[in-house]
Structure formats: C-alpha cells, structure tokens
C-alpha cells in the first residue's frame, strides 16, 4: 500500500508563471488536506477537501491560489502567477473517512521562484 | 485562537541521554495531539498520537504524555541515538472543527555521538 504520493517533488517557477502541485492520497482515503512549511516557519494549514468538495479553505490565500480533488485523479493544489513569497515546502495529507482524524503525510514538494 | 508552542527551537545532548521535549497549547479543547518526526527535505512521520481522553502513549523508545487541563504534551526519547537527530513537531485537532492540524514550529534535536 503505497503512501500519500506528491509530485513533483521539487518545483522551480519563474515569477509570473503557474505552478501545479499534485497528490494522490493513500489507497482508500477520501480526504486530502494542503500544509504549507514557509522558511523558519511552521506548518500552517491551507484547505481541506474531500472528492468534489472544498470543505474548508480558511487558510488558502484569497487570490492566486486554488485546489482541487476531483471525482477521479489527483488532488491539485494550483498557484497562479507565482511569486517569491510563494517560495516553500507544500505538503499533502491524507486520510480515510473511518479514522478521519488520522492524516498520513506525503514527502512534499519543494517550490522556489526565481 | 489556538496556538501551539515549542520551546526550545534546537537542542543537542549526547548520545545515550533520556530527554524530554516539550509542547503547549492554549485552547485546551481538543480532540486529539499528534507528535511527528521531519528529517531535513523530507515529509512528515508519525509518531505518536494521543486522543483526548488518554493521558499517554507508547512506542519502543518513545512516550508522549498529556495534559489537557494544563495545555501540556510532552514527548520522551529513552537512550537517545545519533538516529534520533530530526525535528519534532508537535501539532493538534480541535474539538468540533474538522481534522485540520496546528502545528508547533518544532524542535531540531540533535544527538552527538
């Protein structure tokens, strides 16, 4: 039973461009949670979903940023013209809908805007 | 607000120390504690997890306590190991909010050989 998977693992983005962060969550699980760890930072929640549906997003940036978990595929974090601030480690977590308040976290992806 | 805190940021001791790692919490509402290793450029491992209405938890060379009315977790290492350099991170769940974690900023241990 493979883990949360994050890809890719590693994102460079110039200013200006889209950066598309994907998770697929463990087998059997039907909720996907985004943390951001900014530099000397802790890990601060961005948005839970569950397939099709945005449960909470009271950490998402009003503008640039949205997310997604569709029906099938990949749960998509998606950050329009990217910016130095946005330069961070993003994680996925996953868990399933009989022990959710158990997440399983992914290795990350590492985005820099140059 | 809940606010999660983790003091001190570093700490080094020699191998083969016990030690103790400490995490605090000011709304003491919670549904449940999670403490976490993050090795340099890696995810997160789960370590421990402890539900409200346990007072701790155990796993090989390692105990986390709590202490809901004090707004207290703590995280012991037996035998300390070179292996065990890492950050702890030390993160909650709300009671009635949805599953979402807030995280200390985490303890960067490192253990001399």
């Known amino acids: 039973n493979a883990g949360v998977m994050q890809n890719p693992r590693h994102l460079v983005r110039r200013r200006g461009q889209e950066a598309r962060l994907r998770c697929s969550p463990m087998?059997?699980?039907?909720?996907v949670y985004w943390y951001r760890q900014l530099p000397e930072e802790g890990l601060k929640f961005m948005v839970y979903?569950?397939?099709?549906?945005?449960?909470?997003e009271s950490g998402m940036p009003k503008e640039r940023f949205s997310a997604e978990f569709p029906k099938e595929g990949p749960s998509i974090l998606r950050i329009q013209q990217v910016v130095r601030g946005d330069s961070a480690a993003y994680f996925c977590?996953?868990?399933?809908?009989?022990?959710?308040?158990?997440?399983?976290f992914g290795q990350g992806t590492r985005l820099t805007v140059v | 607000k809940q606010e999660v805190t983790q003091i001190p940021a570093a700490l080094s001791v020699p191998e083969g120390e016990n030690l103790v790692l400490n995490c605090s919490f000011t709304?003491?509402?919670?549904?449940?504690l999670q403490w976490f290793r993050q090795d340099p450029g890696k995810g997160l491992t789960s370590l421990l997890l402890?539900?409200?209405?346990?007072r701790e938890q155990t796993s090989g060379r390692l105990n986390a306590s709590l202490d809901k009315s004090s707004g207290r977790s703590t995280l012991y290492i037996a035998a300390s190991q070179p292996g065990d350099s890492a950050t702890y991170l030390c993160?909650?769940?709300?009671?009635?909010?949805?599953?979402?974690?807030?995280f200390g900023k985490g303890i960067t241990l490192s253990v001399r050989p």
């Open positions: 979903l569950q397939k099709e549906n945005i449960i909470d």
């Open positions: 402890i539900q409200s209405s346990q």
């Open positions: 709304d003491s509402a919670i549904y449940n």
């Open positions: 993160a909650v769940r709300i009671t009635g909010a949805n599953s979402k974690l807030t």
């Open positions: 977590a996953s868990s399933p809908p009989a022990r959710w308040t158990e997440a399983f």
């Open positions: 087998k059997g699980h039907s909720h």
